[in-house]
């Protein structure tokens, strides 16, 4: 613009405009890519949720369909307010054990497994396992504490109540044919073999009655039954002498597996 001048030249509000342009379409351009990966997350985020809800799913009827489960989860059971879909209209199909995504952007796979197992982790167990670990699991005399006295250590370390089995394990394994009020943590580990169980109940062994068990990093459910099909405890007494085969053989006698489980 010429000095002392009243107005823009033509030249110059075309190079403005030019300008202004340019500078709309990058950040077009900017908020179309954020609104990509932000798709791209939700649709992996909605398909994750499909293959845990899934495994759950199998809990109550191990013939449930992975396609089925995914074209109309209702049929199942009540377990969305809204049916997860992809934001990007992409469409949702089971290969071999994965949900993908038919939108091509959305290429990263979600495993939903077969079913068989499926892995859990437990922050409740977790915290059981490091009080246990600082616990003198040896008596004045130099003798292993039996297990009620490591139980009754272990309350003691963990604030004088053990740590209670998220409801998600519970249901994962159960579904909803667990009708007790809660289940927590406690401890045999007085031979080769260390064990969590899991029972009601608010003594130290819980009677050595479970109805979830760990060992060697693998979480076991009773597959007892009362006569009206409801679930019972299965026992855990002599567990912690086992090892090996006898040790597969007597959780096999009373336990299912449910699957590996992380801590």
């Given at each position: 613009m010429q000095r002392g001048s009243k107005g823009f030249t033509l030249v110059e509000l075309i190079v403005v405009i030019a300008i202004l342009s340019v500078l709309l379409g990058m950040a077009v351009l900017r908020i179309a890519s954020a609104r990509e990966d932000a798709d791209k997350k939700a649709c992996y985020t909605d398909r994750a949720l499909i293959a845990r809800t899934y495994q759950l799913a199998l809990i109550k009827n191990s013939s449930t369909s992975l396609q089925n489960f995914i074209d109309d989860p209702a049929i199942y059971g009540t377990y969305y307010s809204v049916k997860p879909t992809c934001p990007a209209g992409g469409t949702y199909t089971a290969i071999n054990g994965k949900i993908v995504c038919s939108h091509p952007e959305h290429d990263n796979e979600v495993s939903a497994g077969s079913g068989?197992?499926?892995?859990?982790?437990?922050?409740?167990?977790?915290?059981?396992?490091?009080?246990?670990?600082?616990?003198?699991?040896?008596?004045?005399?130099?003798?292993?504490?039996?297990?009620?006295?490591?139980?009754?250590?272990?309350?003691?370390?963990?604030?004088?109540?053990?740590?209670?089995?998220?409801?998600?394990?519970?249901?994962?394994?159960?579904?909803?044919?667990?009708?007790?009020?809660?289940?927590?943590?406690?401890?045999?580990?007085?031979?080769?073999?260390?064990?969590?169980?899991?029972g009601d109940g608010?003594?130290?062994?819980?009677?050595?009655?479970?109805?979830?068990?760990?060992?060697?990093?693998?979480?076991?459910?009773?597959?007892?039954?009362?006569?009206?099909?409801?679930?019972?405890?299965?026992?855990?007494?002599?567990?912690?002498?086992?090892?090996?085969?006898?040790?597969?053989?007597?959780?096999?006698?009373?336990?299912?597996?449910?699957?590996?489980?992380?801590y």
């Open positions: 068989t197992t499926v892995e859990v982790t437990s922050n409740s167990l977790i915290l059981t396992i490091k009080a246990l670990a600082s616990i003198d699991k040896y008596n004045k005399n130099g003798n292993p504490l039996d297990g009620q006295k490591l139980n009754e250590e272990l309350k003691e370390k963990l604030g004088d109540a053990f740590l209670p089995v998220e409801d998600y394990i519970i249901e994962m394994a159960f579904g909803d044919k667990y009708k007790g009020s809660g289940l927590t943590w406690r401890t045999d580990s007085a031979g080769p073999t260390t064990i969590y169980f899991a608010s003594s130290n062994h819980s009677n050595w009655a479970a109805y979830l068990v760990v060992v060697d990093g693998v979480l076991y459910k009773t597959k007892l039954t009362e006569g009206n099909g409801s679930i019972r405890t299965a026992g855990v007494a002599q567990l912690y002498q086992k090892t090996g085969t006898s040790l597969q053989e007597a959780l096999a006698k009373d336990f299912t597996v449910v699957g590996p489980i992380d």
